[in-house]
């Protein structure tokens, strides 16, 4: 329409503007990263057991020492790689995997990204803005099932514009009923300005997550064509500073893996990450790193000659992890159950389940031919109550935990208590104590019994290294049988 134009236009002018006053310089230095690559193969055993020495000290690793890990060759030494992320992971987050649900809003969306369902010459797409009551509806189902956190999603488009993100925001968080409520919403969507990014933060935001997809100059201008808000790399590369700016100091990044190839990708996030930690004094508060997935009429998936094999995806995720110790790491539904439950001892620390992500998804769960309202396809769609119940069976500890954002534990205060190693004793705790409100109000049966049997033996361990501590989580289990909650 001519609005959308109109809207479109004036803001490519001022992202123009923007990009042509914007101090910062691009820390991503292609040739760099290829000679990185280039020098650093092949390299000898003892080489890559020095690394994963300094890797286990939970310091984290230099873009060079990440590409010798990443280029290393032999299958004996990925097992030791393999091992140590698991250590570091161990380490620093315990059993504890924190859960979300992805909540999509909107799709339509005035670019075209090459390998999106939304992209706007999608003919085939359905296009969809919920309505408040929509919204409402999709939040009571996602609380019904037990969700406390969630990321939202919005294609780029004026009917989507921030103060449309900041009603939503307001209307997901006033959903309440009961004990069922929203108690922190993250967002994946477009860039902004930080006066933008300042209303979005007072509407009370948790995370802004914005994916830079590559890192790669070329492969960034040949996927998002010209004449596309997204087509400005510099504006993306920097949209988490100006997110920072403007006091969101939990900020999130991603690469979206097969567009170009991982080991670039890998240092690219590393690139990313040591910027904002060099300007802010703090990294980002996560990392994903999605894998394409087929997408509605969207041949562009069809033949990818950078796609990441499972085996390449388990590599990058145990570098990244050894490479930023204290930085969460998000594994999505876009994987297989099989591969989620290899991956997540690698170095995950977060994730979605029972999610959906056609718009209005939730409510129309039962019904036929969604695809067409989806961005991409998922490859796990298991209800939020199985996932929970295999990973106690691997004696994790499902957390929905928000507890450390609403005391004000984000940004720079977050990494310091993480440095401590203060995670642990304060976050474990809290997984248990919500965990005990998911048994008490939503699971089944068998998760309920296994889910028990989990918190009794942390409690039991816990008792052993912190008796005092241990005494007062159980008064608080003892709570929240009682009907006490949050
Ligand atoms: N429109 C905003 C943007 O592009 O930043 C919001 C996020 S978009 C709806 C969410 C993310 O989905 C993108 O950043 C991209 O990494 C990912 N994505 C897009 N197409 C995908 C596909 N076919 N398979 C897997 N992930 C995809
Ligand atoms: Fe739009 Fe985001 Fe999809 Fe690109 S990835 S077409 S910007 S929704």
């Not at 992971?89 to 369902?117: D, E």
């Not at 006066?195 to 933060?201: A, G, L, Q, V």
């Not at 010209?226 to 403007?246: C, I």
Request: hydrophobic fraction near 35%; include cysteine.
């Amino acid at each position: 329409s001519r609005e959308e134009k109109e809207w479109l236009d004036d803001r490519a002018k001022k992202i123009t503007e923007y990009e042509e006053k914007e101090t910062r310089k691009d820390f991503i230095d292609d040739d760099k990263i290829e000679s990185i690559l280039q020098n650093n193969r092949n390299p000898e055993p003892q080489r890559v057991r020095d690394i994963l020495s300094k890797a286990r000290l939970l310091k984290g690793l230099t873009p060079e020492e990440a590409a010798v890990l990443l280029n290393n060759e032999n299958q004996d030494l990925w097992q030791e790689i393999f091992e140590t992320a698991h250590q570091i992971k161990q380490q620093i987050y315990g059993n504890r995997i924190v859960l979300f649900a992805p909540l999509y809003i909107s799709n339509p969306c005035v670019n075209n990204c090459a390998y999106c369902g939304f992209r706007h010459s999608n003919d085939s797409l359905k296009e969809m803005v919920l309505s408040m009551e929509e919204l409402e509806k999709e939040v009571q189902v996602l609380t019904s099932h037990g969700h406390k956190r969630l990321v939202i999603v919005y294609g780029e488009h004026p009917v989507s514009d921030v103060d449309f993100m900041c009603k939503t925001i307001e209307k997901i968080y006033a959903t309440k009923d009961g004990d069922n409520e929203i108690r922190r919403v993250n967002i994946n969507a477009a860039p902004l300005f930080v006066d933008e990014y300042e209303k979005i933060k007072e509407a009370g935001i948790g995370t802004y997550q914005i994916f830079q997809e590559t890192y790669h100059h070329e492969t960034y201008k040949r996927v998002h064509p010209k004449g596309s808000l997204k087509s400005f790399y510099k504006w993306r590369l920097f949209s988490l500073h100006r997110a920072q700016e403007a006091g969101i100091d939990d900020v999130a990044i991603g690469a979206l893996l097969g567009l170009y190839d991982w080991k670039f990708e890998v240092l690219g996030l590393l690139y990313h990450a040591m910027d904002l930690e060099r300007e802010f004094g703090v990294g980002p508060h996560t990392i994903s790193f999605p894998r394409l997935e087929p997408a509605v009429n969207t041949p562009f998936l069809r033949n990818l000659p950078y796609k990441v094999s499972d085996e390449d995806f388990k590599k990058l995720v145990a570098v990244i992890r050894c490479s930023v110790p204290y930085t969460g790491m998000i594994l999505t539904c876009r994987e297989s159950p099989k591969l989620r439950k290899e991956v997540i001892p690698l170095g995950v620390s977060q994730i979605d389940a029972g999610s959906n992500i056609a718009i209005r998804g939730y409510q129309d769960a039962e019904k036929e031919g969604l695809e067409n309202r989806e961005q991409f396809q998922l490859a796990d769609s298991r209800p939020l109550d199985d996932v929970l119940y295999e990973l106690c069976e691997q004696n994790y500890i499902p957390s929905f935990c928000t507890a450390g954002y609403r005391a004000g534990r984000t940004g720079c205060q977050f990494m310091s208590f993480a440095k401590e190693g203060k995670v642990k004793y304060f976050c474990t705790p809290n997984a248990i104590l919500t965990f005990k409100e998911y048994l008490m109000n939503y699971a089944s049966p068998k998760t309920k019994m296994i889910g028990e049997k989990v918190i009794n033996a942390y409690l039991e361990d816990f008792k052993q290294e912190k008796p005092q501590r241990a005494e007062k989580l159980r008064e608080m289990l003892n709570d929240i049988e009682g009907g006490k909650r949050d």
